[in-house]
């Protein structure tokens, strides 16, 4: 009930917000200004106007930034600290959307309230770019859809702003039990980067070659890391691994490993009792030692479940965003991947 004051209040409010922002930004390439490259580092030279963009959480933010270099102001939507999942826009954050050049979600499902936002912008000059795009989306199930929006048909060069805005495209579908954690693979990782890139080019087409050589500088850190994952998880002892809440599904798949998760995809479900019973179960047959939580949402399940079984906790984090030490830390999603690496190593080979 308290979500859905919270969708009516941010409605209700969201023409006055979109009144304040006007009608956005120009864009860097309606100006006559000229930027450089050197080395795959970008570098401002004029006086133009930088492009605008709004993330809808941290993975998109860090690989948005890493793409737009210096050519761009990157801002983030979800504070640190806050579990993205049931986040929704205040009607100042929906303001700066519709002040904004482009927009970057990840998709599947993982941001409830973009259709709305969408929907309130769509005669605007934004520029859309889903992440996930053309990513093989997995069901909480396990079952597999391609998530490529352009199925259906090529879009004419007419259709792209409607397509932009997700009136033609097909973002007004119910993801249901979708698992939106493609970021969690560093191979879809990736994808989402390349993604990104493309839309970059199509909002900033001068600066084209230079999103190019900064995707491409990032790509190959990703490239390392997956190969990190491939080398340092192939010759573990056990396969299947037990976690609070069910993100790491493309993760395991990727690396040939089994997710055991205690509840489901939304980190706030609680697991019922039958649930916890099974698990247990499963821990004591297979001599589970490590049970995994997460940062951001509370541990006590998987607490109770290890104090159960004799088994100790440890974090393998879903990095749907960073926390206040993560920050302090100046940890990124590659550092923050490697430490995942290094606890899945740990537990799967006690």
Same mark, same amino acid.
């Given at each position: 009930m308290i979500k859905s004051y919270k969708r009516i209040f941010a409605a209700f409010s969201l023409s006055a917000a979109l009144a304040v922002a006007g009608c956005g930004s120009a864009k860097p390439s309606e100006s006559n200004g000229s930027m450089n490259t050197t080395n795959s580092k970008v570098t401002d030279t004029s006086t133009a106007a930088k492009l605008k963009i709004k993330t809808s959480f941290y993975p998109m933010y860090e690989f948005t930034r890493q793409v737009a270099g210096d050519l761009a102001d990157v801002e983030n939507l979800v504070p640190a600290g806050v579990e993205p999942h049931d986040w929704e826009p205040t009607p100042q954050d929906m303001a700066g959307i519709a002040d904004a050049d482009v927009i970057v979600y990840n998709g599947a499902g993982m941001e409830s309230w973009i259709d709305q936002v969408l929907d309130s912008v769509k005669d605007r000059d934004l520029k859309v770019i889903e992440a996930s795009q053309g990513i093989e989306i997995m069901e909480g199930e396990g079952h597999s859809h391609s998530h490529d929006h352009g199925a259906e048909g090529e879009h004419s060069q007419e259709d792209e702003h409607a397509h932009d805005h997700g009136a033609e495209g097909g973002h007004h579908h119910d993801h249901g039990g979708l698992d939106p954690h493609v970021w969690l693979s560093p191979a879809l990782a990736i994808q989402q980067v390349r993604n990104i890139e493309q839309g970059l080019a199509e909002a900033d087409p001068q600066h084209k070659d230079a999103y190019k050589a900064n995707a491409d500088s990032y790509v190959s850190k990703l490239e390392a890391l997956d190969q990190e994952f491939k080398e340092g998880l192939k010759d573990s002892k056990r $396969?299947?691994?037990?976690?609070?809440? %069910?993100?790491? /599904?493309?993760?395991? $798949?990727?690396? /040939?490993?089994?997710?055991?998760? *205690?509840? /489901?995809? +939304?980190?706030?479900?609680?697991? +019922?009792? +039958?649930?916890? %019973?099974?698990?247990?179960?499963? %821990? $004591?047959?297979?001599?589970?030692?490590?049970?995994?939580?997460?940062?951001?949402?509370? +541990?006590?399940?998987?607490?109770? *479940?290890?104090?159960? *079984?004799g088994?100790?906790? %440890?974090?393998?984090?879903?990095? #749907?965003?960073?926390?206040? #030490?993560?920050?302090?830390?100046?940890l990124d999603y590659i550092a923050i991947m490697r430490q995942n690496l290094q606890a899945l190593q740990a537990a799967l080979n006690e």
């Open positions: $396969k299947d691994f037990i976690t609070q809440h %069910a993100a790491f /599904g493309y993760l395991a $798949k990727e690396y /040939g490993l089994t997710q055991v998760p *205690i509840a /489901g995809l +939304s980190p706030d479900q609680e697991p +019922s009792a +039958s649930q916890m %019973a099974k698990i247990i179960e499963f %821990a $004591k047959e297979n001599n589970v030692n490590t049970i995994f939580f997460e940062t951001l949402v509370a +541990s006590n399940v998987a607490e109770t *479940i290890a104090a159960e *079984i088994a100790t906790t %440890a974090v393998l984090n879903p990095i #749907e965003g960073l926390t206040e #030490e993560d920050i302090a830390k100046q």
